[in-house]
């Protein structure tokens, strides 16, 4: 009998420790049944089985035959290694639409690179505008940070382009009903930047044909708001929520 337990996560031909399984089954027919663009946090603490669950939902969802569904997974504590909060956002940027163009792949993702790696020169450009503490979750649109001359912003600039790769993959294989973004280990990094991620990806990524599966405690959630609004009481309540 073994001695010890490793922390990995759970992969689809392995037994159900955590009993996570009704749950697994629900929120299968709950992604297959949606609209979208849609959100669904996994919240649970560190070792909870978050990673586990969302490997059986892109297994499920994804990675079986006849799948509906294309996977962009992003580990996020991955790509904050060694960046600071604002490289670390655009790097996270720069995985999702990686994936995403890598299941497109024809002239319109050689000339979408071109655009959207200028747009993230621009974006790198005033990367310090994006540092925590920069964005508060009530000042208004990401995309005002990166306004220009009156034009669509950055970050308008880059959704577009996102949408069209998306509507590109889609066209190529009709079978697909869209994307599933699985966004991982949210509560390993700075909460702050969480938070910013977060806010980023929803000012993004709110895109028809996108579901997006977070993995996140709730608490660093809460750790990440305080430097914005303090501690948490009843009158700054609703700001949390």
Same mark, same amino acid.
Not at 29 to 35: E, G, N, P, R, S
Not at 40 to 49: C, F, K, P, T, V
């Given at each position: 009998?073994?001695?010890?337990?490793?922390?990995?996560?759970?992969?689809?031909?392995? #037994?159900?420790?955590?009993?996570?399984?009704? !749950?697994?089954?629900?929120?299968?027919?709950?992604?297959?049944?949606?609209?979208? =663009?849609?959100?669904?946090?996994?919240?649970?603490?560190?070792?909870?089985?978050?990673?586990?669950?969302?490997?059986?939902?892109? !297994?499920?969802?994804?990675?079986?035959?006849?799948?509906?569904? !294309?996977?962009? $997974?992003?580990?996020?504590?991955?790509?904050?290694? %060694?960046?600071?909060?604002?490289?670390?956002?655009?790097?996270? &940027?720069?995985?999702?639409?990686?994936?995403?163009?890598?299941?497109?792949? /024809?002239?319109? $993702?050689?000339?979408?690179?071109?655009?959207?790696?200028?747009?993230?020169?621009? %974006?790198?450009?005033?990367?310090?505008?994006?540092?925590?503490?920069?964005?508060?979750?009530?000042?208004?649109?990401?995309?005002?940070?990166?306004?220009?001359?009156?034009?669509?912003?950055?970050?308008?600039?880059?959704? #577009?382009?996102?949408?069209?790769?998306?509507?590109?993959?889609?066209?190529?294989?009709?079978?697909?009903?869209?994307?599933?973004?699985?966004?991982?280990?949210?509560?390993?990094?700075? =909460? =702050?930047?969480?938070?910013? +991620?977060?806010?980023?990806?929803?000012?993004?990524?709110? &895109?028809? #044909?996108?579901?997006?599966?977070?993995? +996140?405690? !709730?608490?660093?959630? +809460?750790?990440?708001?305080?430097?914005?609004?303090?501690? &948490?009481?009843?009158? /700054?309540?609703?700001?949390?929520?």
């Amino acid at each position: 009998m073994k001695s010890s337990i490793i922390d990995i996560p759970r992969q689809q031909h392995q #037994n159900d420790l955590f009993g996570i399984q009704v !749950y697994q089954d629900v929120l299968i027919k709950f992604i297959q049944l949606t609209d979208t =663009p849609i959100t669904i946090a996994l919240q649970g603490e560190w070792g909870s089985g978050k990673t586990s669950l969302m490997n059986q939902l892109r !297994y499920n969802l994804c990675d079986v035959e006849q799948a509906l569904y !294309y996977p962009v $997974w992003i580990n996020t504590w991955q790509y904050s290694l %060694m960046h600071t909060p604002a490289q670390s956002i655009i790097a996270i &940027l720069e995985g999702i639409i990686g994936q995403i163009g890598a299941l497109s792949p /024809n002239h319109k $993702w050689d000339e979408s690179k071109k655009k959207i790696g200028g747009l993230f020169k621009k %974006m790198a450009a005033v990367s310090a505008k994006v540092a925590v503490g920069t964005i508060g979750v009530d000042s208004g649109p990401v995309d005002d940070l990166f306004a220009s001359g009156g034009g669509e912003s950055t970050i308008v600039q880059l959704k #577009n382009e996102i949408a069209k790769l998306i509507e590109t993959a889609l066209e190529q294989n009709p079978h697909k009903k869209g994307f599933i973004l699985y966004i991982d280990d949210l509560d390993r990094i700075d =909460p =702050p930047v969480a938070v910013e +991620i977060l806010e980023l990806l929803k000012n993004i990524f709110d &895109l028809k #044909n996108c579901v997006f599966v977070l993995a +996140i405690d !709730y608490d660093v959630v +809460i750790k990440g708001l305080k430097p914005k609004f303090g501690e &948490l009481t009843d009158k /700054n309540e609703r700001e949390f929520r």
